[in-house]
């Protein structure tokens, strides 16, 4: 049974310190993606490791953590102007509709999009189904239950 989710709702992501962040739901997109600055891939002791910092200092929960992952990848996304470019990609959880899913998830810089995380296709698939006249479906559920 798919769970009806709405076009734009909150979610947490436990291991990137986040709750209740606006989210929009995009089934034009293939990936998921989360708004970060200054993405930099480092090397530590021959290692590789992607080191980002979340959101941006306009942002109400801009925290100025830094987080460092050394499991990632990178793929080349092409945007919604048709532009291809390279974006590193992690693997972390989201709670949503009182549950705990991994979710693959994009970096990269959207300073000027209203939603800082975008839920695409790969993650809805087999999961949800999306009701564009509803919002907050998750949010909602998360405090009724409390």
């Known amino acids: 049974m798919k769970i009806t989710i709405g076009r734009i709702d909150k979610a947490d992501f436990p291991k990137l310190i986040l709750?209740?962040?606006?989210?929009?739901?995009?089934s034009g997109a293939y990936t998921s993606s989360i708004h970060c600055s200054n993405i930099e891939e480092v090397t530590i002791e021959n290692e590789s490791f992607i080191k980002f910092t979340l959101l941006d200092p306009e942002h109400?929960?801009?925290?100025?953590?830094?987080?460092t992952f050394k499991n990632y990848t990178s793929k080349i996304v092409k945007s919604s102007n048709g532009i291809s470019e390279k974006r590193f990609m992690i693997?972390?959880?989201?709670t949503i509709f009182n549950r705990t899913y991994p979710i693959y998830l994009t970096l990269s810089e959207r300073k000027d999009m209203k939603f800082p995380i975008l839920l695409g296709r790969k993650f809805l698939n087999k999961k949800f189904v999306i009701d564009t006249s509803k919002t907050?479906?998750?949010?909602k559920l998360k405090y009724t239950n409390k």
């Open 60 to 67: 109400p929960f801009y925290n100025h953590k830094e987080f």
């Open 91 to 94: 693997q972390t959880e989201i």
């Open 19 to 26: 709750e209740d962040i606006d989210l929009k739901v995009d």
């Open 136 to 139: 907050n479906l998750s949010h």
